[in-house]
């Protein structure tokens, strides 16, 4: 950890004496009304997919008549009672398997989604966090020299426009620090708020202090696509179970009491698998597998592509901010002190003192900035993919 961070821990463990950390964010979330909606939502999505292949119960028939004209016997009540039930032919044990397994991994990819939207809040809340602690370190140190050139000026040692440029420069400060607050307090109550946890202060040293590169397995294990291989799956199987001849038969057992006859029968239906509505049926099932075909290879190849496109874009942020850290800053603080030391003996204006205390501070926010964005670069990729964030403790 860079003393950097360190410091900005410091202060947001001043805030609180239990900082809530990422993963109780990302555990809060996994457990919120948002996250069941979404659950609740893929398993009736899949639960209407199969009462598609669902027969229907038993069903009583019955017939009843009176015959007043007979020839051998005398006019009797006649009934027909039976009692049908249709039952499925065709194997539907992998298609149901496959909705259930479907239904699963929607509900994952979607709470993942969830929780990479928290990530990024976090992220947020985190870098408004940090550009404050540098804010008011930043301001502190202007009011010490503030006071100290008024000091020098009533001695004579420095001019008066020397000490409204410093005063200036601490009422700029103010205002910005008043502004980061007000976002700062946005972007926490918006946390908050989606996870659906209360929180008095964040823990923030628990992301990433590098910029890192996402494993080569990323793709290939990317929850995203299994579900689209799923999806694909049970397309074919759909396909194949719509093109079998016999899906359904129906039994019946059944009761006669007619003028002579009093029996028990058994019938048997089966559907000849002719018609316009089952050959609908069949195309319209074969165009899907299509689809989901064509689909996955479509994501397969999009996937790629972004992935590709977020390493070479990772890799110049660790290469920008290598130099900002190893080469930037500290140059940039070695004048500070440098111009610091002329000021204060007369060889250096405070304007140019000033200047180089604003490159610093400006370089300094420019690597929270890259590391930021390189966060949530991540988060919206993962979100992408349907993977959940992990913690530093977990990497």
């Known amino acids: ?10 202060a947001a463990v001043s805030l609180s004496a239990a900082p809530v950390s990422l993963q109780e964010f990302l555990d809060a979330a996994a457990h919120s009304d948002a996250a069941k909606a979404r659950q609740f939502a893929a398993q009736a999505n899949s639960l209407q997919r199969r009462s598609e292949l669902l027969t229907d119960g038993p069903a009583l028939n019955a017939q009843a008549g009176y015959a007043d004209a007979k020839s051998m016997s005398k006019n009797a009540m006649e009934y027909h009672v039976s009692v049908e039930k249709p ?19 929607t509900a994952a990819l979607e709470t ?3 929780q990479n939207r928290v990530y ?10 940090e550009e404050l602690w540098l804010l008011e370190d930043a301001k502190t140190r202007g009011v010490q020299m503030e006071t100290l050139i008024r000091t020098g000026m009533e001695g004579g040692e420095f001019d008066r426009s020397a000490w409204l440029r410093s005063r200036l420069n601490v009422e700029t400060l103010t205002l910005q620090i008043d502004d980061l607050n007000s976002r700062y307090e946005e972007s926490f109550r918006l946390l908050s708020s989606t996870a659906q946890t209360e929180a008095e202060s964040l823990l923030c040293h628990d992301l990433p202090d590098t910029i890192a590169l996402p494993p080569e397995t990323l793709l290939a294990d990317a929850p995203l696509l299994r579900q689209l291989e799923n999806r694909h799956g ?19 057992a059944g009761y006669d009491d007619e003028m002579d006859v009093q029996r028990a029968n058994l019938h048997v239906s089966l559907p000849l698998g002719l018609g316009s509505r089952r050959a609908n049926d069949r195309e319209a099932a074969h165009r899907d ?7 996955l290879r479509a994501m397969r190849s999009e996937l790629a592509a972004r992935v ?4 070479a874009a990772q890799q110049t942020r660790q290469q920008n901010l290598k130099r900002l850290n190893d080469e930037m800053i500290p140059e940039a603080y070695e004048t500070t002190v440098l111009l610091e030391e002329r000021f204060m003996g007369s060889e250096a204006s405070y304007l140019e003192y000033i200047d180089s205390q ?6 300094l926010m420019e690597g929270v900035q890259l590391r930021a964005n390189a966060l949530k670069a991540e988060a919206g990729l993962f979100a992408d993919l349907g993977i959940t964030p992990a913690t530093k403790d977990k990497k």
């Open 358 to 363: 604003k490159m610093l501070f400006a370089l």
């Open 308 to 311: 590709a496109a977020f390493n």
């Open 289 to 295: 597998a299509l689809a989901a075909g064509a689909e």
């Open 112 to 114: 993942a989604r969830l």
């Open 1 to 10: 950890m860079t003393p950097l961070r360190l410091l900005a821990l410091c």
């Open 120 to 129: 990024a809040y976090y992220i947020d809340a985190c870098t408004l966090q």
């Open 87 to 105: 039952f499925r032919t065709a194997d539907t044990g992998r298609l149901e398997r496959l909705f259930g397994t479907g239904s699963e991994m």
């Open 234 to 252: 049970s397309a074919k199987a759909l396909a194949s179970y719509r093109n079998s001849w016999l899906q359904e038969v129906t039994l019946a």
